[in-house]
């Protein structure tokens, strides 16, 4: 592949990743903003966005500290939110193991939502995913969360009312976009409607964020039980 | 170093092993089983229905008619659409009803 189609590629994965940058920007600045109000410094507050990078988790991180509670529960919360990374590294692995090893290294690293979903959704489409698209996509969303987690650290104070905005309810939207998104797939229908009862239920019973791998569970279970479509000619 | 830099290197740690634990399992197997191969298919639809669902239960009128005008706009048109659409919902019934 020559330079000049490596770029094209990398751009076409930063552009598709715009939906999915809009729609966390809000989030990143109020990580930034809670984490400095929480008793953490702007180097802190960078610094869990730089090495950890996943929204949800620094969330949930940041209550914890608030609370004084023992380091290592902190540690093991934040691990249990982003259990669900583990499904996404599997699925994703099958589709790029023939890549260097750094550069799964590296694809690994940016793993989050939006990446796992879009280079799904383009494997869908029947188009090749190679290494300057996929890093398109993480790079765009990787650099957008650490300028918005450093301008919510810096300027966090001045945030107007979000509420009124909506940017609270921004990623459920976009994530149930990506869910539509997977509707040709076999078993799409049973897998949803299951994941979506059991992650309600357990939401209830259990709590966050146990609802997200009990959910997943659920469906993924029951994708495997279902009799398998001609699946003799569809491994490859 | 204050504790807290060494939370967030170790949650760090955690996090990267969540996003290659699940390739390093699988890499050990050399043949996956159909049933396997099914299961990892329904990852995106089971794993992404959990992270809207749980705010579909806590939603009010103007969140509830953005995720379904963003559910009957996706039925049609592409993610980017289908996003802005919802958007647009949610941000206009927030503003009517407030």
């Not at chain 1, 750094?102 to 280079?119: I, M």
């Not at chain 1, 049973?190 to 966050?208: H, N, R």
Request: hydrophobic share 55%; net charge positive.
């Amino acid at each position: 592949m020559s330079l000049t189609t490596k770029l094209d590629e990398f751009i076409a994965g930063a552009r598709t990743c715009l939906p999915a940058t809009v729609a966390s920007a809000p989030f990143g600045l109020l990580f930034g903003a809670l984490a400095i109000e929480n008793g953490f410094s702007i180097f802190e507050a960078c610094l869990m966005s730089l090495t950890v990078f996943a929204g949800a988790s620094q969330m949930v991180g940041l209550e914890l500290f608030g609370q004084k509670v023992a380091p290592w529960l902190i540690v093991v919360s934040i691990f249990a939110v982003n259990f669900r990374h583990v499904l996404y590294s599997a699925s994703l692995g099958r589709r790029i193991s023939h890549w260097p090893l750094w550069q799964q290294a590296l694809s690994f690293f940016v793993l989050a939502d939006p990446p796992y979903a879009e280079a799904e959704r383009r494997a869908e489409q029947g188009k090749p995913i190679t290494f300057a698209w996929y890093i398109g996509v993480g790079a765009m969303l990787y650099v957008c969360w650490q300028i918005e987690t450093l301008l919510g650290a810096i300027f966090g104070s001045l945030l107007p009312n979000k509420q009124a905005l909506g940017v609270d309810f921004l990623l459920p939207i976009y994530f149930l976009g990506l869910v539509m998104g997977f509707r040709k797939r076999p078993r799409w229908l049973p897998i949803v409607l299951v994941s979506a009862a059991a992650s309600m239920l357990a939401y209830k019973l259990v709590g966050s964020p146990w609802h997200v791998s009990i959910g997943a569970l659920a469906g993924i279970v029951l994708g495997a039980a279902l009799p398998l479509q001609e699946a003799k000619d569809e491994t490859p | 170093m204050s504790v807290n830099i060494w939370i967030i290197l170790a949650a760090a740690v955690a996090t990267y092993l969540t996003r290659i634990g699940g390739h390093l399992v699988l890499s050990r197997f050399s043949r996956i089983h159909p049933r396997m191969q099914a299961g990892l298919d329904a990852v995106p639809a089971a794993v992404l229905t959990t992270l809207v669902a749980p705010a579909a239960l806590t939603a009010g009128p103007a969140e509830f008619a953005a995720l379904l005008v963003a559910a009957l706009v996706a039925l049609r048109f592409g993610l980017m659409s289908m996003f802005f659409a919802g958007a647009f919902t949610l941000i206009l019934l927030r503003q009517i009803m407030s």
